[in-house]
């Protein structure tokens, strides 16, 4: 298996524009998770999907967060409009069932919003 | 929530020396993993580890559950080792909902 891939590796935006990470998890996976590293927060889980249900999303910033899971291979995690603080590096992860089994982690996204 | 801590913050070896990290929690957890993030960024599977001892090559990981704590241990390290070790635990009343990652240990290994 190619393990989770995400798109782009990186991205620079301009404060206000919109912007859109992919994640396609490992197939066979039923559970997606988006998390965000920065040096202040460490790694900090923003939403949790299971069957491309929405289970946890109490980790999504603000409403400039917003993130879609269309069915079992795609996910997207979308900033409209994108900040500074928002600079970060994007993490995607999946798991067979949810945290009672392995998480395997995409490459992520750097996000830079100047 | 729960509290994940892992020492030390810092690391610095001589290439062939023998080391151990360890990760404390707050409260009791279904699952429990170990990663490497290497300089580039990447976070690599170690151990998932809920409990007991297991065996990776020159590295290996034990968790006493009831205790609330984990170790890795990295026997004849490498430069190759050098990143960012983070613990990860699901906690137990948190069913099914999040990992919780520690601060992790900054590993230097030179040559």
């Known amino acids: 298996d190619a393990g989770v891939i995400q798109s782009p590796r990186h991205e620079v935006t301009e404060m206000g524009q919109e912007v859109t990470l992919r994640c396609k998890p490992i197939s066979g996976h039923n559970s997606l998770f988006w998390y965000r590293q920065t040096m202040m927060r460490g790694l900090e889980l923003l939403i949790y999907?299971?069957?491309?249900?929405?289970?946890?999303d109490s980790g999504m910033p603000e409403d400039r967060f917003s993130a879609k899971m269309p069915n079992a291979s795609f996910s997207t995690l979308k900033i409209q409009p994108s900040e500074p603080r928002d600079s970060a590096v994007y993490f995607c992860a999946s798991s067979s069932q949810g945290v009672l089994t392995e998480a395997f982690f995409g490459q992520g996204t750097r996000l830079t919003v100047v | 929530g729960i509290q994940v801590e892992q020492s030390p913050p810092d690391l610095i070896l001589q290439e062939g020396a023998n080391s151990t990290l360890r990760c404390n929690f707050s409260?009791?957890?279904?699952?429990l993993q170990w990663f490497h993030q290497n300089p580039w960024g990447q976070l690599i599977n170690l151990f998932y580890?809920?409990?007991g001892t297991k065996q990776n090559g020159r590295l290996s990981a034990t968790t006493v559950a009831t205790e609330r704590y984990s170790l890795l241990y990295i026997s004849s390290s490498q430069t190759t080792d050098s990143g960012v070790y983070f613990c990860a635990v699901a906690p137990s009343d948190n069913y099914g909902q999040n990992f919780v990652f520690g601060p992790g240990t900054r590993l230097s290994v030179l040559p």
């Open positions: 999907f299971n069957n491309n249900v929405p289970i946890d």
């Open positions: 409260d009791s957890v279904n699952n």
């Open positions: 580890i809920p409990s």
